[in-house]
């Protein structure tokens, strides 16, 4: 089966650990990821300025692109870029008002009304491979292994375009149990873990940070596992900093869902490009024998 | 002004006798006859070109110019060397505008793309508006070299952006302020130097140039008067329009 694909740019250049495996894991269940030929940047941020179509173009761009390739379904695997395309899509299909001056604008490119589904790969995995075939196909349990599933906020807000009930979410663990790890139910799996703050008031986004870390460690994960390069970038690459603020809290390796997946999947270590996550992910991997077993 | 030569070093065609259109450049009416360029009809008009104005082939990028037609909302630009007037056009050249260049050592970078997003953070401003692809006048989709810099692929933006001849319009409308010719000019220079591997016949032209063998073209040219100098451009001979592939020049002392 051929599906097309949105990378989005982060995914292309800081979080190729979460395309490349990614890309091979569906491929080790029988799904080509196309990535589309022509795509430009969503835009990262879905603008709540009600007045704001400008930065509607971008994403209605990229929808137009899948309609252009023949095709109306986009599998995202970023969460902001699903968060942003979903978004955008939406208001194209219900806004007639907004869509036409969207249209009229973009001259150069076909009306769009919202004919694409935009389907975020962890919906995909379930509905479109389902957990059975995707449990037929492990052949690396990661059996022991404690992993806390972090939501964030763009998988589950707002509710409009959330990939599943925001307070019944299911989706994470059961991919976490299909691979045959023990999924870890913590309170702060849907709270945000400061987005940009961190780059604009420091102070807090490290706090916010240390909390959900704490949170997660105090019910026993062993790692976290996430489906956003900005969540990512505050857990992991910025967990230093909040291991030097609070003395009780211990390392926490954080992983793409992609990365486990594919190593769930007997792909190893090759595909999972572990060297663009932060310290300690290989070893939580080599001490569980995750690597070898390959 | 019945029968003027305007059109010297290229085609041989005169005005004499032309049906005559009107422009309209910065805002001033002129009659001028069609057919023209847009340079040959400011010429023709009384401007004389001191800058703005450089290969006349279509190829040097300094001649961009912004032009309407009337009853028709849109912008429309062209080389003034390359687009033929027509009536009722209002135009003005836009022979410079000013644009960010950053400054680097092409020689202490690597090929990373955070070495271009160092220098040029502006690109994450691009809203993809797909002004500049609209505008250029080379028909290169600006937007598409932008998306694939951000996307890191710089082999990508490298094709995309290759015949880029640096006119600058596409700064001129972008909504995000950068300068996309600039950073598009950076990706290709890393492209080239650090991503491609070395092409063999470029070592052996570099190499020809160090071991001197064209330094007498230029130090004939420096020595030569004006008057000489004149005398050998009115004279050089120029590769036809419709050349064969194997056309040589006559005179090939300084190849």
Known sequence: MKISYYPGCTLKTKAKNMDCPGVAALNALGVELVELPRWNCCGAVFSLADDDLLHLLAPVRDLIRVVEQGDNKLVVACSMCYNT??????????????????????????????????????????????????RESIKVPLRGLKIAPYYGCTLLRPQSVAIEPPEKHTLFKDLIETMGATVVDFPASTDCCSSYQILSNPDVGIET?????????????????????????????????????????????????????????GLGAEVCNFELNHNGVIRLMESKKFLTAA | MSTTDITKGESKETTSGKELVSIFVMGKKYEVPKNLTIMKAMEYAGYKYIRGCGCRGGI?????????????????????????????????????FPANRATYNLEAIGSDPEEVYKKYPELFRCVACNACTKVCPMDISVMDYISAIKQGDFEKATELSFDCIQCGLCTVRCMGEMSQYHIAQM???????????????????????????????????????????????????????EAPEDWKPADNTYL
């Open chain 2, 187 to 241: 990706v290709r220079r890393i492209t080239g130097s650090k991503i491609k591997p070395e092409s063999s016949h470029l070592k052996t032209m570099v190499d020809n140039i160090k071991t001197g063998r064209y330094t007498r073209t230029i130090t004939d040219i420096k020595s030569m008067s004006e008057d000489q100098l004149r005398k050998a451009y009115q004279a050089r001979e120029m590769e036809p329009s």
């Open chain 1, 85 to 134: 395309l979903a978004r955008a899509n939406l208001l194209m299909r219900e806004n007639s008002e907004k869509r036409h001056t969207i249209n009229t604008f973009m001259e150069e490119e076909r009306d769009y009304n919202g004919e694409v589904e935009v389907v975020h790969l962890l919906s995909f995995l379930r509905d479109e491979i389902g957990w059975e075939k995707i």
């Open chain 1, 209 to 265: 940070v240390s909390k959900i870390l704490e949170s997660a460690e105090s019910w026993g994960a062993e790692a976290i596992v996430t489906s956003c390069p900005l969540c990512e970038y505050n857990l992991g690459k910025r967990q230093e900093d909040a291991l030097r603020k609070h003395d009780k809290l211990k390392a926490l390796p954080t992983f793409y869902f992609t990365q486990l997946l594919a190593i769930a999947l």
């Open chain 2, 60 to 96: 040097c990028g300094a001649c961009g110019t912004v032009y309407r037609k009337p009853g028709d909302y849109h912008i429309y630009v062209g080389l003034a060397c390359q687009t033929v007037v027509e009536d009722g056009m209002y135009l003005t050249q836009l022979p410079f």
